[in-house]
């Protein structure tokens, strides 16, 4: 079964917003990342967070992660066009599995 | 160039048929993944492998087989192809010594479909 929920399933915005995506995960994790998927293209990793860090930056991304809720969210600040993918948390924990949410669709209108 | 290369990059098969899917790294990556793609599943994994030789079963291992007899091959071999196993196939890989911030790399992924 998957190991997280992404909520919403999808979001359509406007060019210059921002775009918050939530995730949240069952087990216990080493780490949680986020990975964006062009259509029809393979995963890129966006962020990595680790379990005992609570916020991270990376250019317009920004990843929170609170363990006590089993939960992280990604923010794009500023949307462009050319952010519009699916968007999907994962996690890993003990091993090196990397198991996925169900994603977020995000569309940027222009 | 380097990297992870699948192939095919789409395949039609009939059901019944066995059929392969590839995945070269050239990294020497010591972890790879076959992850299958559905609408409204996500990614959920079949198969993994921490190194030449050591494989084992993910979320989905029904129906598939996997081998690792050097460190850059990874292939998925379908023993009897079912419709149900129409999917979107995606390898990944991860260094064992790589820093904690890299993440996976995926390939582009194998569309397959079973007729």
């Known amino acids: 079964s998957q190991q997280g929920e992404e909520d919403p399933q999808a979001l359509s915005i406007q060019e210059g917003e921002n775009a918050t995506m939530n995730c949240s995960y069952k087990t216990s994790i080493n780490n949680l990342q986020w990975y964006r998927q062009n259509s029809g293209r393979g995963l890129v990793h966006l962020i990595l967070?680790?379990?005992?860090?609570r916020e991270k930056h990376s250019g317009r991304l920004r990843v929170t992660l609170d363990t006590s809720k089993k939960s992280s969210s990604l923010l794009i600040t500023a949307s462009r066009a050319a952010d519009t993918a699916s968007y999907f948390c994962a996690t890993v924990y003990l091993t090196n599995k990397l198991i996925f949410g169900t994603g977020t669709l995000l569309a940027v209108q222009p | 160039d380097a990297g992870i290369t699948q192939s095919p990059r789409y395949k039609i098969t009939e059901t019944g048929r066995q059929v392969t899917l590839m995945c070269h790294q050239t990294w020497s990556h010591s972890y790879m993944f076959w992850y299958r793609q559905d609408l409204g599943h996500g990614l959920r994994l079949i198969y993994y492998s921490a190194a030449a030789d050591i494989t084992d079963k993910g979320e989905v291992p029904d129906g598939y087989v996997v081998s690792r007899s050097k460190t850059e091959n990874f292939p998925l071999t379908l023993e009897s192809a079912t419709r149900s196993q129409t999917s979107v196939y995606f390898c990944?890989?991860?260094?064992?010594?790589?820093?904690?911030?890299?993440?996976?790399?995926f390939g582009s992924g194998t569309r397959l479909t079973v007729v």
């Open positions: 990944a890989s991860r260094g064992a010594r790589q820093g904690a911030e890299y993440g996976y790399t």
């Open positions: 967070i680790r379990s005992n860090e």
